[in-house]
């Protein structure tokens, strides 16, 4: 009898992968290697044991309250602003390709309250980010991406914009550091 037969696999996932290996450095698309190639993502099932394994993943609900929205107070600056100029300033791109035909060279989406937390930016701007806050018509704050990448709301990023958009985006993850840290410390009093 095959472990298969023996245990009904409960959830389906994806391997997501850069299609740099492709030729297009551009976008992230899901497949299922090496099987298939084809445009459509492929998913699988794995076990209950390798699923407890792989939880909890970082969603970006951990980044909610952090707005002074949350609290009901107004937004700085208030909403209407993102809404006029949303689309002018982040979606228009001066260069690449499609630009002279008016295409965008990149994807614009919306994250999702509840989906796996990707990999936070050194430069989280409208020309250089594509990710749109879950419920807000802007791109996340600095303290936001500084949630996802797991720093406490009392961490103090020193410097300008871009330099705490890049302390962040370099950063390991304290919870990582944390892990490989005890890790270090576990294989060394085993020695």
Not at 160 to 180: R, T
Request: proline fraction near 9%.
């Amino acid at each position: 009898m095959v472990r298969s037969e023996l245990v009904e696999p409960v959830l389906d996932i994806f391997i997501r992968f850069s299609t740099e290996d492709f030729g297009n450095t551009r976008s992230l698309k899901s497949y299922l290697l090496p099987t298939s190639l084809s445009p459509t993502p492929l998913s699988f099932k794995i076990f209950p044991g390798l699923a407890r394994r792989l939880m909890p993943f970082k969603t970006y609900k951990g980044i909610q309250g952090v707005c002074p929205c949350a609290a009901g107070d107004e937004c700085e600056p208030p909403p209407d602003v993102y809404k006029r100029t949303l689309v002018p300033w982040t979606l228009a791109h001066k260069s690449g390709q499609g630009a002279a035909q008016g295409y965008l060279d990149k994807a614009y989406a919306r994250l999702d309250w509840d989906g796996c937390a990707g990999t936070v930016t050194t430069l989280p701007k409208p020309d250089k980010s594509a990710l749109l806050h879950p419920s807000l018509c802007r791109l996340l704050t600095v303290r936001e991406y500084a949630r996802v990448q797991g720093f406490p709301d009392n961490f103090v990023f020193v410097g300008s914009a871009n330099d705490k958009c890049m302390q962040v985006g370099n950063a390991v993850p304290p919870p990582l550091a944390a892990a490989i840290g005890q890790e270090i410390i576990r294989s060394l009093s085993f020695s």
